[in-house]
Every structure is written in C-alpha cells, then in structure tokens.
C-alpha cells in the first residue's frame, strides 16, 4: 500500500531583509548616480532641486544615495510585513509600490525647476522604483 503525501508549498516570499534591503537600495542608488554622472559629467547638464518657494540648489550625490536607499530599506519592510501576514505578499507589494511610486513623482512636478530637470528627476525616481521592486523580486525568493 503506497500513500500520497502532497508538500504544500508556499506562497510566502522568503526575505532575507537585510541583505535584500541593503542590495536593492544599493543598487537603486548606483543607478541614479549613473543617471546623474552621465547628465552632469558627458552632457554638461547642471541639475538643480528647489523647495517650494526656495532657491534653486545645485544637486549632489549625497541626496542622491539618501533618496534611492530609504525608499529601498522601507519596501523592504512593507514586503516583510506581508509575508507575515498574507498568503501572497509580492501581488499586494505590487501594487503599494507602483501606488508610492505614482505618488513620489508629485515631488519633481511641483518644483519650480525646468522641465528638464523635472524629466530627468522623473525618470530617476522612476528607475530606482523598477530596481528597487526588481531587487526585491529577484532577492526574496
């Protein structure tokens, strides 16, 4: 007489959170410093943030690197929050990302800075978005 056991695999997104957090984050930020290298450094372009009702600044790596991180280490969080409590965390994770993600471009349209500034912004926030989401993906399985 044979029986059939059946594994229940799980849906659950097995995270590493450090480590994931801390690649998706580096990366993120690499690649806008790429963006920015390139735009400042072989274009010449000189990109400037402001705050509404400030001056224009010039723009620098610093902000850089802090702005692509943090967003990193906090989707990580929200993806290990919904692996603890949800059967099927990434789908829900999916859809928060691109929800935050359509919200973070609020930020470079309201600034009072020119409209290529405001393209190249857009498209920074918009890849450290597919690589901090990419990241998160490919690392938590």
Avoid: C, D
């Amino acid at each position: 007489m044979t029986t059939n056991v059946q594994s229940k695999q799980s849906n659950h997104v097995r995270l590493g959170f450090w480590p994931t957090a801390l690649v998706a984050g580096i990366a993120a930020a690499l690649v806008n410093l790429l963006v920015y290298f390139v735009v400042t450094s072989v274009f010449g372009y000189s990109l400037e943030i402001a705050t509404p009702g400030g001056p224009a600044m010039p723009l620098t790596p610093l902000p850089i690197i802090i702005t692509s991180f943090i967003p990193a280490i906090g989707a990580a969080v929200l993806l290990a929050l919904l692996n603890r409590f949800v059967s099927r965390p990434f789908p829900i994770f999916l859809v928060v990302a691109v929800i935050f993600f359509l919200l973070s471009l609020g930020g470079p349209l309201s600034l009072p800075i020119a409209a290529t500034n405001k393209a190249i912004l857009i498209l920074m926030h918009t890849l450290a978005a597919l690589v901090i989401v990419g990241s998160l993906r490919r690392f938590s399985r």
